[in-house]
Nanobody, 120 residues
């Protein structure tokens, strides 16, 4: 079983940056591909970024490509999402999740989410 805790959200002006962190419990964190997802008010949860268990081969939703960077530190059991050039449409609750496999769907382990609000 894996427990995930996100942090780093907040209020930022358009064009600003934030770095989200997701701390995982469990000794098998390094075995799992990980992803970031987000959910805006009134919308479905959507994929943002994913990364394999080794920390290589990141992939992104088209809406964030070139602005967001996913990374992980397996020694710290943590996955990160660096968000630059933020836009008001990036406003959402951001969640990290364990993926069933690389580029696969979430496997059911989610954090509680962290709110990101981008003002115009």
């Amino acid at each position: 079983q894996v427990q995930l805790v996100e942090s780093g959200g907040g209020l930022v002006q358009a064009g600003g940056s934030l770095r989200l962190s997701c701390a995982a419990s469990g000794r098998t964190f390094s075995s799992y591909p990980m992803g970031w997802f987000r959910q805006a008010p009134g919308k479905e949860r959507e994929f943002v970024a994913g990364i394999n268990s080794y920390g290589y081969s990141p992939y992104y939703a088209n809406s964030v490509k070139g602005r967001f960077t996913i990374s992980r530190d397996n020694a710290k059991n943590t996955v990160y999402l660096q968000m630059n050039s933020l836009k008001p449409e990036d406003t959402a609750v951001y969640f990290c999740a364990v993926l069933a496999y690389y580029r696969g769907p979430p496997n059911g382990y989610w954090g509680q989410g962290t709110q990101v609000t981008v003002s115009s």
